[in-house]
């Protein structure tokens, strides 16, 4: 396949062996025009107890045009469930994991970098730490990608993990945790990690955010 390019005035051609389309999603919401429930660009609205515009009336999924994640789905319907039932419960959306299931895997949970520092300006910190150090991964045979950590610098508050490597949509389960127990790095660092195990490397990282690292190459 060839494709032509037109950017800023300028034409080129790039060829590949396969295309992908991603264009997004638009809501299917036409049907609801009639019933009152409030729209938003055609998503339906919700507060964070999943309630929409009418009483009793909850919405939750790629409905809402939140994140459009299984998980997340999953979880606002527990959310949703919960105050059907005359409990007082919120989504918190803090710390949504997202992974992408390719060879390596990319795994990350909260802020990015740069959204820290828009938010935080010169008080971000940042841990890095390479599979290619971490014992686990050389006797698996892939030490490909790193762990990154973004904290901010006055209580080393975690703030976001990313992860690209081996294991990584499973590792960011302990990142989601930590951001959501409002973890320090010093917290993460301090806990006992097992060896050989990749979950090392979110400790290492922590480490040298803070300062001090033992293992990093």
């Not at 409990?87 to 970098?113: H, K, Q, W």
């Not at 010093?186 to 990749?198: N, V, Y």
Request: proline share 3%.
């Amino acid at each position: 396949l060839k494709a032509c390019i037109d950017t800023s005035g300028q034409s080129r051609y790039i060829s590949a062996e396969k295309v992908l389309v991603a264009v997004g999603r638009r809501p299917a919401t036409g049907a609801f025009e009639g019933l009152g429930l409030k729209l938003e660009r055609g998503w339906v609205a919700v507060d964070e107890g999943m309630r929409t515009s009418i009483e009793k009336v909850y919405a939750v999924g790629d409905i809402t045009g939140k994140y459009q994640l299984a998980h997340v789905a999953s979880h606002q319907g527990m959310v949703a469930a919960g105050n059907a039932a005359g409990e007082n419960r919120a989504m918190d959306y803090r710390a949504v994991p997202s992974c992408i299931f390719t060879d390596p895997e990319v795994a990350s949970v909260g802020l990015t970098e740069r959204e820290a520092r828009d938010q935080y300006g010169d008080g971000v910190k940042v841990g890095r730490f390479p599979f290619v150090a971490s014992g686990r991964a050389l006797t698996l045979g892939d030490t490909r990608g790193f762990v990154k950590i973004v904290a901010d610098s006055r209580w080393n508050e975690i703030l976001g993990v990313h992860i690209i490597g081996p294991g990584a949509t499973e590792l960011i389960a302990e990142a989601v945790l930590a951001i959501k127990l409002e973890c320090t790095a010093e917290e993460l660092a301090d806990a006992i990690h097992a060896h050989p195990t990749l979950s090392e490397t979110l400790m290492e990282a922590s480490l040298d955010l803070l300062r001090i690292p033992i293992h990093k190459m």
